[in-house]
Nanobody, 126 residues
Framework: VQLQASGGGLVQAGGSLRLSCAAS????????MAWFRQAPGKEREFVAA????????YYADSVKGRFTASKDNAKNTVYLQMNSLKPEDTAVYYC????????????????????WGQGTQVTVSS
């Protein structure tokens, strides 16, 4: 599967952005798609994941209450609505897809994802 992410940009602190990630193939089963991010000089970190069929969503503590993950089954697309953005949210955001039904304890690990999008830059100015 190929993933195409879009929607990044420059926004002031407190603003909003919505990221999209379209999969080239139909998604099915309980296989999750996820968002990760990598800030300059830091390791890539988990942001959110959503199970395709069940719709269960997982968030990193740092974005809980501000970011909302969602999906459109018909478009094979996942979204990340980011509100109340902070300068520390500045990063390259990546979408990822797993070919397995990951259990909750592993869904946040990037090495469990098989396909990655190209990344989209999000910059939040103070």
């Amino acid at each position: 599967v190929q993933l195409q992410a879009s929607g990044g940009g420059l926004v002031q602190a407190g603003g909003s952005l919505r990221l999209s990630c379209a999969a080239s193939e139909r998604r099915f089963g309980n296989y999750p798609m996820a968002w990760f991010r990598q800030a300059p000089g830091k390791e890539r970190e988990f942001v959110a994941a959503i199970r395709w069929s069940g719709g269960t969503i997982y968030y990193a503590d740092s974005v809980k209450g501000r970011f909302t993950a969602s999906k459109d089954n018909a478009k094979n697309t996942v979204y990340l609505q980011m509100n109340s953005l902070k300068p520390e949210d500045t990063a390259v955001y990546y979408c990822a897809a797993s070919n397995g039904a990951l259990i909750a304890s592993t869904i946040r690990r990037e090495d469990n994802y098989d396909a990655w999008g190209q990344g989209t830059q999000v910059t939040v100015s103070s």
